[in-house]
Each structure stands twice: as structure tokens, then as C-alpha cells.
């Protein structure tokens, strides 16, 4: 089975030449001392307005050959925590799955299901996809569309992630993929975002998940990411830094309704 892309020339451009250059122009430089890094929370909208954020914070980084991507799921089609198997057809080649370690998470729990519906439509993973290509020319994913879920589920999920990480050998990049607030003015968007965040960079997972809920933050992706914190923290992680947060705003000059863009490394 192949997965064909769902937002190709809407969210970034749709032909392989001119999708490798925007993608080009967005990373830039690539630094030669990339950080060796467990995970990083990598921003999902059109390429015009998180696409820089996105490159900046992937480009720091070391991007091995596997690379488990987390998005939330936006549409509710499809299993509560989907496990994508198809190869990923995208205009700048195709990507395979790592089916060892897809497998080892799927033989690791019973809640965790294989499943093309969460998918199909989906542009939280797909839009990732091209800056690790970029950055990685073997590129293999771990694709996972999760639904709303508890935070015990989510540890539960996270316990699966890095244990399988762990019993595989392999070198593997966790891609959790959220924008931040959503259409509020800037200095709500900022003011909200940053309690977020700061949780983060605490490497504080409980906390990101319960001040996300009990303030009402608009991230849409805070269950991916939180999963990626606690996958990250059993496999080592000591730190998180902030790349940079930026807003919509920045891109189309209204600051009265934006959507809050971050990316963070964690190592």
C-alpha cells in the first residue's frame, strides 16, 4: 500500500524540483556541529508561515536514518493511536517505513493499532517529511496519528516508544509535530504559550498536560509532544532548549488573530 500526500500544493509545493528548493532555501547553512538529539517539536502549518521555524530547529540537528514522527490527529477518522505501515509517497521520493522497529512498537501494545484511516488526510506528519528527506537521504519513518488520550495513556504510549527504541540498537529521532495557541491576539497567543513552554523546557511532562488543559491553550499537538517529553526523558534527555517562537503574524502583519509557531530540540 502507498500513502499519497493529502496537502501537497496546498501546504508547500506539490512538484519535486520546486518543493527541493523551497525546502533548500528554508534550511539555509547547515551547521557542521548538528546536535545529537532524542527529539524536537517541529511546528505543521503552510511552509509560508512555519516552514522557517520548522527548517531552523531541524537543521541543528542530527536526523538519523529512522525518525518516529507523532502528529495529533485533526480530522477523527481512524484508531485512536494509528500506526501508518504504507510507504509515504512524496514529491520529493518516497519514503519507506522502518517495519523492525513499526513492529516492535505494535507487538508492544494492544492500543496502539495499524491503521491508514488516521492518515489519509492528515498534514501534521506529511508536511515534516520533506526537511528530514532533505536532511537524511535514507530516510525511514514511524509514522503515529494520536487522538485526544489521557495522560496515563500517554505514558503508556511513551513506555511503548522508548523501550522499542531501546530493544531495537538503532539511532531514532522523535518528530512531535503542534502548533502552539491558535487565533488569538499575539499577546494572549505569547502570554499562553509561554506557560506551555515553559513546562517543556522544564522537561516537565505532567505539567505540560495539565496547563494545557486547565488553561485552555489551543496547541494542538500537546498530547504528541508530551509523549515525545516522557519517550525522550526514559531514553536520557537532560535538557530542552527553545529554538525560537514565532506567530502567524509575523508573515501576515495581523496580530489580532494568530497561531503561535515553536521549535524545540530535546537532548
Known amino acids: 500500500m502507498v500513502r499519497i500526500p493529502a496537502v501537497a500544493d496546498r501546504f508547500y509545493p506539490g512538484s519535486q524540483i520546486a518543493l527541493t528548493r523551497e525546502v533548500r532555501k528554508l534550511i539555509g547553512t547547515v551547521p557542521a556541529d548538528r546536535q545529537k538529539t532524542l527529539a524536537v517539536v517541529s511546528p505543521h502549518a503552510g511552509y509560508i508561515y512555519s516552514g522557517a521555524i520548522a527548517a531552523e530547529t531541524l537543521r541543528q540537528v542530527v536526523v ?44 508492544g501494545s494492544p492500543f496502539i493499532k495499524k491503521d491508514e484511516a488516521a492518515h489519509r488526510f492528515e498534514h501534521s ?63 494572549v497567543a ?37 509523549i515525545a517529553l516522557l519517550a525522550s526523558l526514559q531514553c536520557g534527555a537532560r535538557q530542552a532548549r527553545l529554538v525560537r517562537y514565532t506567530d502567524s503574524g509575523e508573515v501576515s502583519g495581523d496580530t489580532g488573530q494568530v497561531v503561535g509557531y515553536a521549535g524545540v530540540i530535546i537532548f
Not at 495529533?72 to 501508518?84: D, F, R, T, V, Y
Not at 514511524?142 to 504510549?157: A, G
Not at 513506555?159 to 502552539?180: C, F, P, Q
Request: proline share 8%; aromatic share 4%; with cysteine.
Open 64 to 107: 538519523p536514518e529512522t525518525v518516529i514522527i507523532l502528529g495529533p490527529n485533526h480530522h477523527g477518522q481512524g484508531a485512536e493511536i494509528a500506526l501508518s505501515t504504507s510507504i509515504w509517497e512524496m514529491p520529493m521520493g518516497d519514503v519507506p517505513i522502518d517495519m523492525d522497529l513499526a513492529e516492535r512498537i505494535l507487538a
Open 125 to 187: 506528519l506529511e508536511v515534516q517529511v520533506p526537511f528530514l528527506q532533505e536532511m537524511q537521504p535514507n530516510l525511514n519513518i514511524v509514522p503515529l496519528v494520536i487522538s485526544h488520550i489521557t495522560y496515563p495513556m500517554c505514558e503508556k504510549v511513551a513506555n511503548v516508544l522508548a523501550e522499542s527504541i531501546k530493544e531495537s540498537g538503532k539511532d531514532v529521532l522523535i518528530v512531535a509535530s503542534s502548533d502552539m495557541t491558535h487565533y488569538e491576539p499575539r499577546r
Open 190 to 226: 505569547t502570554q499562553k504559550d509561554s506557560l506551555a513552554l515553559d513546562k517543556l523546557l522544564d522537561l516537565d511532562p505532567a505539567g505540560l498536560y495539565r496547563i494545557v488543559v486547565d488553561e485552555g491553550i489551543t496547541m494542538c499537538g500537546f498530547i504528541p509532544v508530551t
